[in-house]
């Protein structure tokens, strides 16, 4: 009995058009679990360090996990698993949208896609049946018109995952997009270009009435109607603001990104595009995902102006950050434009920003020149220039081309020391928290196995105001402090691999514990496992990926941080002056791994999480 689980998945061949449902093995969910978890066994298993990322070879995974379809909030999220055309690495991404439930319901827990089609398809797939269709038709279209389409081709009652033009044109950031204008977005690590380069133009569900079995449904459902109440308390500025409502506090903490991680302070432009503002503006609506009480997505509407219209998805956090901060552009309109390209085109809005804003610098110091350029001078704080080049990368053309490559393959095209701007771990850009601000959250980019990712570990929620005695984390740990920050971020990221491997949003936990979720999986499975199982299990998950990484010549030489973030103080009111001291904080953390002095996972550690065999 798959409790939790609808107990298959499809292999989906491109190459010779081939469909074979294949059951899920009950061993392997009790070491991996489901979503990211069992997504590392199978990349381990399919992929080595040989595998081109966008050749025919690489496979492109979809893994829901046993709290989808389940009372448990927050929980209908979805994994996408690839080896990354951006890192050459460990690639994934986690979204949420209602992708992940639709897929369930059709009675599968996931698909794995192989091969290469020779013209552009859509795999659809329902309860009854699977196909690969002629796509033709959808060559060039961005993804809200691809939704358009296929929803009056094939029925309202469908669920997409699909690509745009960046995907197509194999841009090496290119995201995966869901639910058409709410833009949920696969964004991180790439993995559009391995969709595109399979000419896999979109996946369609049409939603069936599958649902899983529970073990003890109600418990499961007793205890969520009182944390309903709870997560919609601590969560309601969220439900008011968005994500977006950050971006005036982190810039007071000295956590915005400013000025491709230049400068201290930005309070006048980082208020002129919070979500506070947002809300005040061009806010029109809200939505939620599915089983969320949240609703912490936003509805926008810019109907006059320069950047009109925009008639969708408002940006997140993330996107204003990198967009307004990173490249100091402070008119809210233009950056809710820039988002929209960006859910048109497929493109992963945090690595977008990030290279606009290397492009920013590289012109500034003239290693970029309006000959480059055709003519057109890259400048901060200038709304057209991003809007320009956001379309130059997604259509790879002139100085797109080479933006298109992510900021590491772009500094070693254009050279003149520009690395020393380059701002990655691991060739992923970094998202928009400042290590300098959470001396913790570095150590998180250093190590996770991705690269550069704040939602890895999530230390920084725990640096400064949240605490789990269960993690016997007991109160909020010093933020600008180095001191114990190995076993703590360890931890984390354990709990954290947890997360995206049940498919719960890391939202939802905090303020709740570790051994609350921990009670949610007996409750789904029945399978009755102890505290320390559920955190080793999740230890397991962590210690595969970077398996998997070292197989792909990953070592301590890339647990890095970039030199900008290592050796330069933000200046400017609140801002910290100290830095982080990443050599003590990997030492301690590699002997917590039970890895040796290169980060290689030592064997009495992979005896221990029964990984030997590996």
């Not at 606009?356 to 590289?362: H, Q, S």
């Not at 570790?514 to 230890?539: C, K, M, P, Q, S």
């Amino acid at each position: 009995m798959f409790n939790g689980y609808m107990g298959s998945i499809l292999r989906i061949n491109l190459t010779d058009k081939s469909v074979v449902k294949e059951q899920l093995r009950v061993g392997d969910l009790k070491q991996f679990i489901g979503g990211s978890g069992l997504g590392a066994k199978m990349l381990f298993g399919e992929t080595d360090e040989r595998t081109d990322p966008l050749g025919s070879e690489n496979v492109l995974i979809y893994l829901t996990g046993p709290f989808g379809n389940s009372p448990i909030l927050c929980s209908d999220r979805h994994s996408i698993i690839a080896k990354s055309p951006l890192t050459g690495i460990w690639g994934e991404s986690d979204v949420g949208g209602k992708w992940g439930a639709s897929l369930k319901s059709t009675g599968y827990d996931g698909i794995i896609v192989m091969g290469r089609s020779s013209h552009p398809v859509i795999i659809y797939i329902g309860e009854e049946k699977v196909e690969i269709i002629n796509a033709k038709h959808l060559l060039g279209k961005d993804t809200y018109e691809i939704e358009d389409l296929l929803k009056k081709e094939l029925s309202h009652e469908i669920a997409l995952s699909c690509i745009g033009i960046a995907g197509e044109n194999l841009v090496k950031f290119a995201s995966i997009m869901h639910d058409g204008r709410h833009g949920r977005a696969a964004g991180r690590c790439g993995l559009g270009a391995v969709m595109g380069s399979k000419k896999l133009k979109a996946i369609v569900l049409k939603r069936g009435n599958q649902k899983p079995y529970l073990y003890n449904k109600r418990e499961l459902t007793n205890e969520m109607r009182k944390i309903i109440p709870v997560i919609k308390e601590g969560r309601k500025d969220a439900t008011l603001y968005g994500t977006s409502r950050s971006i005036s506090p982190a810039e007071a903490l000295g956590d915005l990104p400013l000025k491709n991680w230049q400068l201290g302070n930005w309070s006048e432009g980082a208020e002129k595009i919070s979500g506070r503002r947002m809300a005040e503006t061009i806010l029109v609506g809200r939505y939620s995902c599915h089983g969320c009480p949240v609703a912490c997505g936003r509805v926008v509407k810019v109907s006059d102006g320069p950047f009109a219209p925009v008639d969708g998805a408002g940006y997140e956090y993330e996107t204003g950050a990198m967009f307004g901060g990173s490249c100091l552009i402070d008119n809210m309109e233009a950056i809710a434009k820039a988002n929209e390209l960006c859910n048109r085109y497929g493109l992963d809005t945090i690595t977008t920003g990030s290279v606009i804003a290397f492009a920013m610098e590289a012109f500034e110091l003239g290693i970029l020149t309006k000959k480059d350029t055709d003519g057109f001078k890259i400048e901060w704080g200038d709304p057209e220039v991003l809007l320009e080049l956001i379309s130059l990368i997604a259509g790879r053309k002139g100085i797109g081309n080479i933006l298109a490559e992510g900021t590491k393959r772009a500094s070693e095209i254009l050279g003149h020391n520009s690395y020393k701007f380059s701002i990655s771990v691991k060739n992923l850009e970094l998202p928009a928290h400042d290590p300098r601000c959470f001396n913790g959250l570095g150590l998180g980019y250093a190590t996770a196995n991705r690269g550069a990712c704040h939602t890895d570990s999530c230390s920084w929620v725990y640096e400064g105001r949240t605490k789990d005695p269960s993690l016997n984390i007991l109160e909020p740990f010093d933020r600008l402090s180095s001191e114990g920050k190995g076993k703590f971020v360890a931890v984390l990221q354990n709990f954290m691999a947890l997360c995206d491997s049940l498919k719960i949003c890391k939202f939802s936990v905090f303020g709740l514990q570790a051994a609350d979720v921990h009670r949610w999986l007996n409750w789904v499975t029945g399978w009755n496992i102890n505290f320390e199982e559920f955190l080793r299990i999740g230890e397991r998950i962590f210690n595969l990926k970077r398996l998997y990484n070292v197989k792909c010549g990953i070592s301590r030489k890339d647990d890095i941080l970039p030199e900008r973030i290592l050796t330069l103080k933000r200046e400017g009111l609140h801002t910290p002056e100290k830095l982080p001291d990443l050599d003590g904080m990997l030492n301690e953390y590699y002997m917590v791994r039970g890895w040796d002095k290169n980060g290689v996972p030592k064997e009495e550690k992979l005896l221990e999480l029964s990984l030997d065999n590996i």
